[in-house]
């Protein structure tokens, strides 16, 4: 498969895959609204029962539990509040999307999820620490950032395998190698899924140039390249890293533009791995709320 | 060296590691293992006369970085590695008995001021290892691979799994 029309086929095929997180842009948008949207959100979160599972058990949970349990989805939307809803959401959504089981990019069962928990929570932390856009945004553009790798792996290209095999022989690059062996790049694939499903232009930037940040329009230079850091310490700490994963290229002006330095980074270490080991156990079991 | 079929070690229990972590073991029918070291490095230790073995999980060289703040010692390897060597030698082993191996560090591709975990573990663990006068028998260690290991603690032997490779023994 090479040419331009196979990215239409990827991103077809991907509409058979159950679990896709579509209904994330419209929950964001009710998120983002006033409280009269609460009941229109209570009605979307119902429809999936995983998800309302999810709300439910969060609401219960210690940490927001108080003397009154929550029966319904109303009463944990008030409890919970829209961000930390929000949060519930986009992480069941995309999370059982991507525990699919794939082959390509040498991964285990689970691991584009792993790896992009990981990214999600620098690129939370990283946001909070500097200031250079909202937590929760950060967050889910973490999640999302790879969605196309998932939609390659998930049709199955044989290609995939010709690019492990001739990477680093004959292309520097993972990215070098799609353009050639593919006809197109796997941030091409995630930013259609995106367009598709109606994510906000933020969104669709940070999937379409997080891996060259300095190409990115202005207006969304900084999320994007924080998701960048993000994507490489991510993969510096190892979690569900596939074949492709060290053969990116980090983007030094861009970080530099943004104000990132090296012993900034490793200095958050230790809070990034504390807060990944809340959600990801020892021998590689996520759980997201 | 691709690890043979062994019947008996096919079905040893295993013990996880955790990144930032570190675990030993007295037990021979045992696996210690780890996933997904990226830059981070996995140092095995195991004295072969009384079959005792340990597995490091560190993250970062120094723990200065956090000077003066609570630290979880297994996370960097200038207080992880004298950590799993005490833990090693209060279980019974014997230093002069003790063969240690390496693993990770991989790297992203070449920066010159970001994201260089992985040669700076690398050079903090060659220094460690002179200083503690620690008997270095493998280096697996470096390039863009992403390695998970497991020790046997009958053998000592290591197997090292590399994403869409086959397994093989250090």
Redesign the interface.
């Known amino acids: 498969m090479k040419s331009a029309a196979d990215l239409q086929t990827v991103v077809e095929m991907t509409r058979s895959i159950p679990c896709a997180p579509a209904i994330l842009p419209k929950l964001l948008k009710l998120a983002e609204g006033s409280s009269s949207d609460l009941g229109e959100m209570e009605m979307l979160i119902n429809l999936d029962t995983g998800l309302a599972t999810d709300v439910l058990r969060t609401a219960n949970s210690a940490y927001f539990s108080s003397n009154q349990r929550c029966e319904n989805i109303s009463d944990a939307i008030l409890r919970l509040g829209s961000k930390v809803l929000y949060r519930i959401a986009s992480s069941t959504l995309t999370g059982r999307w991507l525990v699919h089981p794939v082959r390509g990019y040498g991964w285990e069962p689970g691991d584009l999820c792993r790896h992009s928990l990981c990214v999600a929570i620098c690129a939370e932390i990283f946001a909070t620490k500097m200031q250079i856009a909202d937590a929760s945004t950060a967050y889910t553009a973490g999640l999302i950032h790879d969605l196309g790798k998932f939609a390659l792996a998930y049709a199955n290209f044989t290609a995939l395998d010709d690019i492990a095999n001739r990477v680093p022989d004959e292309f520097a690059t993972w990215r070098e190698a799609e353009k050639v062996i593919l006809g197109f790049e796997s941030t091409q694939v995630t930013k259609a899924l995106l367009e598709n499903w109606g994510f906000p232009s933020i969104f669709v930037s940070v999937g379409y140039y997080y891996q060259t940040p300095s190409e990115s329009p202005d207006a969304e230079r900084k999320i994007v390249t924080l998701i960048h850091a993000a994507k490489h310490v991510a993969t510096q700490l190892g979690y569900g890293v596939g074949v492709d994963g060290f053969y990116y290229e980090p983007d030094e002006d861009a970080l530099k533009e943004v104000g990132f330095n090296e012993e900034e980074m490793d200095a958050a270490i230790p809070e990034i791995l504390t807060t990944i080991q809340r959600f990801i156990t020892p021998s590689g079991e996520i759980r997201f709320t | 060296m691709a690890p043979s079929f062994n019947p008996v070690a096919d079905h040893m229990p295993s013990i996880?590691?955790?990144?930032?972590?570190l675990k030993i073991s007295t037990e021979p029918y045992t696996y210690l293992v780890t996933?997904?070291?990226?830059?981070?490095l996995g140092v095995t230790f195991y004295d072969e006369k009384r079959r005792i073995g340990g597995l490091l999980h560190a993250?970062?060289p120094s723990s200065k970085?956090?000077e003066g703040q609570k630290?979880?010692e297994p996370?960097f390897l200038d207080t992880g590695i004298p950590r799993l060597l005490a833990a090693l030698i209060r279980a019974g082993a014997r230093k002069q008995d003790i063969r240690c191996k390496v693993f990770?560090g991989?790297?992203?591709?070449a920066?010159?001021?970001?994201?260089?975990?992985?040669s700076k573990n690398i050079d903090m663990f060659y220094r460690q290892s002179q200083d503690m006068e620690l008997d270095v028998v493998a280096w697996e260690v470096s390039?863009?691979?992403?390695r998970s290991i497991r020790l046997n603690n009958q053998t000592g032997d290591v197997i090292v799994k590399?994403?869409?490779?086959p397994e093989f023994i250090r």
């Open positions: 996880i590691v955790g990144v930032a972590d996933h997904a070291l990226g830059s981070c993250m970062l970085i956090h630290i979880r996370m990770g991989a790297q992203l591709m920066t010159d001021n970001f994201f260089r975990i992985g390039g863009r691979v992403n590399i994403p869409s490779k």
